[in-house]
């Protein structure tokens, strides 16, 4: 399988109050797709809670639809504290010694949200066996909990973490984090995760994203992607992206 270079990697910063170094900061790849990351991932747990508390919860297909992307959501998430925690901070500390005991809390707060990860998704096989209002409330909440657990998180992370990386790591350590990486997901899922990346970004940061990717990603995303994506979120949401 190809290495993560197959998801997004834009090329400058978000440029939000909140989002990591000051907009004067230089450009910084790894920060820039950690704060995109970080944005679809609180967006989608929080529109999954919401569609999951008004699902009628003895509809198999409307549950597979809602427990499949949360699903997905969850190994997109752990693959990527795989990666922070296997390749990024490591490289960090090889750059920025001093920045260990950082690293060190982030791991330990990422432990708890991992499991709340995995008990994602034991709700979801529980409301999918007993299509009962009682699961589906579970997994509902499951969705809310984790959604608030993973708002604190990365909140922390920008906070504390964000900027030493765009301090310390270069850009030749990142793309040796980016050769490193191996992406779980299969292409289709690989191309769900870059529209829901591209949904609510201007049109600066699509441009960057786009740019990001390699020719024949940005080629398959237009001719095949773009149109896949939109009937998932239909699906999904009941109406289309935003854009």
Do not use: I
Request: charged share 25%; proline share 8%; hydrophobic share 45%.
């Amino acid at each position: 399988m190809p290495p993560a270079a197959a998801l997004p990697r834009p090329l400058a910063l978000e440029t939000r109050p909140d989002a990591g170094p000051p907009a004067d900061a230089p450009p910084s790849r790894a920060v820039a797709w950690e704060l995109v990351l970080h944005r679809l991932v609180r967006r989608e747990l929080r529109l999954l809670a919401e569609l999951s508390a008004w699902a009628p919860a003895t509809d198999p297909d409307r549950t597979r639809t809602l427990t499949g992307h949360a699903d997905l959501l969850g190994r997109l998430l752990l693959h990527h504290h795989a990666t922070e925690r296997e390749l990024l901070w490591p490289a960090l500390l090889r750059a920025a010694p001093s920045t260990r005991p950082h690293a060190e809390a982030w791991t330990a707060r990422v432990a708890g949200l991992d499991d709340r990860l995995r008990g994602l998704s034991t709700a979801a096989r529980q409301w999918g066996v007993a299509c009962s209002d009682k699961a589906r409330n579970t997994f509902a909440l499951a969705c809310l909990d984790l959604a608030d657990a993973v708002e604190r998180q990365t909140a922390e992370e920008e906070r504390d973490l964000l900027p030493l990386l765009a301090e310390h790591l270069s850009p030749a350590a990142w793309a040796e984090v980016t050769r490193a990486a191996r992406c779980p997901l299969s292409r289709r899922e690989r191309s769900l995760v870059l529209g829901l990346a591209l949904e609510d970004a201007s049109a600066d940061d699509r441009a960057r994203l786009l740019a990001g990717l390699p020719v024949s990603t940005r080629l398959a995303w237009r001719l095949v992607g773009r149109r896949r994506y939109r009937a998932t979120v239909v699906r999904l949401r009941g109406a289309p992206p935003a854009r």
